[in-house]
């Protein structure tokens, strides 16, 4: 059973960058595919970005395409999310979440069987 454990959320300006990481201990982490969700107070939890186990495929959510990017360290195992140009509406908690079928490209949270507790991000001047 793998568990993750997300990091480095915080308060950023509008424009600004963050870089999340989270870490798999428990399992080996090229055995999944990974994603990152995100929720906003009073929305539901939706996708941000994947990247499959030795990541040849990625997909964006149109939200955050050409601003934020995912990747993997699979000898460390750490899953990544690089921020830029962040925004207000970008202000949630962030998770990540493995999936077992290590090449799965499903955009849905209930393909999704492991989760993190999430790290808050707030994009605010």
């Known amino acids: 059973q793998v568990q993750l454990v997300e990091s480095g959320g915080g308060l950023v300006q509008p424009g600004g960058s963050l870089r999340l990481s989270c870490v798999a201990s428990?399992?080996?982490?090229?055995?999944?595919?990974m994603a990152w969700f995100r929720q906003a107070p009073g929305k539901e939890r939706e996708f941000v970005a994947l990247i499959t186990w030795v990541g040849i495929t990625t997909r964006y959510a149109d939200y955050v395409k050409g601003r934020f990017t995912i990747s993997r360290d699979n000898a460390k195992n750490t899953l990544y999310l690089q921020m830029n140009s962040l925004k207000p509406e970008d202000t949630a908690v962030y998770y990540c979440a493995g999936n077992p079928t290590r090449t799965a490209v499903d955009q849905t949270e209930f393909a999704y069987a492991h989760w993190g507790q999430g790290t808050q991000v707030t994009v605010s001047s």
């Open positions: 428990g399992s080996t982490l090229s055995t999944y595919s």
